[in-house]
C-alpha cells in the first residue's frame, strides 16, 4: 500500500514538472514571439504561410502570389457568346493589410492569459486568415449591362415608325435579361477563391417580354390636324408645320388580333397636308450655324448606299426645344424593302454582314454634332469595337428596336438638321439661332485610354467646355468598355 502512495506521489510530480516544463517553454516562446517583429507559428493567409515574417515580408510574399493569381480571366458565356472579366475591369483587390495586421496582433493583445491562450491554440490548430475581396461594385454593374447590351438575344420592344404613307408597328420579341445580381456575386465569388483561371461560367439569363402593343397610346402620339409652318422675328421663333395625320384604331386593333404573331402590321395613314412646310422657309429661320462635324468612309458601295440612306433620312429634320430626336423613330426598320444593303456590323463578338451596315456611322457623326452645338444626350452606347471612323468615346450605335441614339433640344430656339455623304465624307451640320438665353461656348471631346487589359480598352470621354478660349469647365460624358479585335 505503501509502495503505491510512493508510486502515485512520484508520478504525480513528474507530471508536474512535465507540465512545467511545457508551460515554462510556451511561456518563453511566447515572450519570445512578443519581443520579436514576426507573424507568430502556425498562421497562413488564403494559403500562403506566413509564420515568423514580418509583415512587410508578408505582404510582399501574399501580394505577389494573389498577384500572379488574379492575372488571369473568367470566361462568361452564353451559347456561342463569349466574352472576358478581368479583376482590372472592376478594380478588385485584397484587403491584405486587414488581414496582416490581424495576422500580426494574434498574441499581442496586451492580455497575457488570453495571448497565451490565442498563441497555443494556433500553434496547435494552425489558421488560415481570408481576405476580403474589395471591388467597385458600380464598374462591376457597368460592365455587366455592356455585355447585356451585346449579347445576341436583345429583347425587342414594339415600336412603331412612318414609312411614306404607311405606319408599320413591329412586334416585340422576347429577350434574354442577364440577371445581374447573380452573375455579380458568381465573379465575385470565384475571384474572391482566386483558382478561377480559365474557367468557363454560363451567363445566368432570364427571358424578358416586351410590352403588348398599345395602339390607342400610338394614335394618340401620331394624331395631328394640319398647320402651316411659320417663324416670326419679334421674338425669332419658328413654328414647324404639321401634316395632319389619323387612322382607324378599331381596325388596326382587331388586324393584331387576328394576327397576333405577325412580326409587322402596316396601316395606310391619313393625311392631310398643309401648304407651307419648314423646308419651304428654306435656311433663314435658322440663320446661325451652330455645330458642325464629319467622317471619312471608304466607298465601297453597298456601305456607302446604307450611309446616304440613313443621311437622307435626318437631313432637314427640325427638332424643337425641348423635343427629343429618335435616330431609330426618324430612319426607321432597315429593310431590303427600303433599299438597305448588307455590310459589314458588329455582331456576336465578332465583323459580319448584316443589313444595314454602316449607318452608326451617320449616328456617330451626328452625336459628335449634337455634343458641340450643346444638346442634351438621353440615350446612346457605344460600339463592341472601336470604330474605324472616330476615336473610342466618339461613338453612337444603334440597333433597331433595342439600341437608340436619342438627344433633346435644350437650346430655347428650333434647331435644323443638315446631312450628307458624298466624295467620301459624311458631314452632318446643326443649324438654330444664337441668342443671350443660350450661352454659347467652344465645345470638343476629349477622351483618354484609362486602361488596357488583355481584351479589352477602356475610354473616358469628357465633353470640355471653352470661352474665348480658356477652358471654363469639364463634363464627363460616358466610360466605354470595348473588346479588343
Known sequence: MENKKNFILMYLILLAI???????????????HKNSAGIQSGVSIKG?????????????????????????????????????????????????ETSLDYAYQIGRSGNVFKDIKDYVFVLMTKIDIHPTLKYNE????DYIETIQTQLPDQLEQSSYYVDDD????????????????????????????????????????????????????????????????????????????????????????????QQPDAEEYKIRLQYATPEITVNDLGMDPFP???ATFSTKYV???????????????????????????SFNRTVGRRTEAAGYRNAAIFSDGQVTDGLGGGICQITST???????????????RNHMFVPSYVKGGEDATVVYGSTDFKFRNSRSYPIKIVSSVENGVAMVSIYGYK??????????????????????????????YKQNGVVVKREKLSRDTYKKY
Open 299 to 325: 466607298n465601297n458601295p453597298d456601305r456607302t448606299t446604307n450611309l446616304k440612306l440613313a443621311s437622307n433620312k435626318i437631313n432637314g429634320k427640325v427638332v424643337m426645344p425641348q423635343e427629343e430626336f
Open 48 to 96: 500562403i504561410n506566413v509564420s515568423g515574417l514580418t509583415k512587410d515580408e508578408a505582404k510582399e510574399l501574399v501580394g505577389e502570389k494573389l498577384k500572379s493569381e488574379l492575372n488571369h480571366h473568367l470566361i462568361l458565356k452564353y451559347h456561342n457568346y463569349e466574352y472576358y472579366v478581368e479583376v482590372e475591369q472592376f478594380e478588385a483587390e485584397f484587403d491584405l
Open 435 to 464: 441668342n443671350e438665353n443660350d450661352p454659347e461656348y467652344e465645345i470638343s471631346i476629349a477622351t483618354n485610354l484609362v486602361k488596357t487589359t488583355s481584351t479589352s480598352l477602356v475610354y473616358d470621354a469628357f465633353k470640355v
Open 166 to 257: 404607311k405606319l408599320v408597328i413591329t412586334n416585340g420579341k422576347n429577350g434574354a435579361k442577364i440577371d445581374i445580381g447573380e452573375l455579380e456575386k458568381t465573379i465575385v465569388e470565384e475571384v474572391q477563391e482566386v483558382q478561377y483561371k480559365n474557367r468557363c461560367i454560363d451567363i445566368p439569363t432570364f427571358t424578358e417580354y416586351p410590352e403588348k402593343i398599345n395602339v390607342q397610346a400610338i394614335h394618340n402620339e401620331i394624331y395631328r390636324q394640319p398647320q402651316n409652318a411659320y417663324y416670326t422675328t419679334q421674338p425669332r421663333m419658328v413654328y414647324a408645320e404639321v401634316i395632319g395625320v389619323d387612322f382607324d384604331v378599331t381596325q388596326v386593333e382587331e388586324q393584331i388580333k
Open 138 to 141: 458600380q464598374a462591376l454593374k
Open 18 to 32: 512535465v507540465i512545467g516544463i511545457f508551460v515554462a517553454s510556451v511561456i518563453t516562446f511566447y515572450v519570445c
Open 288 to 290: 446661325d450655324l451652330l
Open 366 to 380: 451626328l452625336y459628335n454634332s449634337v455634343i458641340f452645338a450643346n444638346l442634351d444626350i438621353t440615350a446612346r
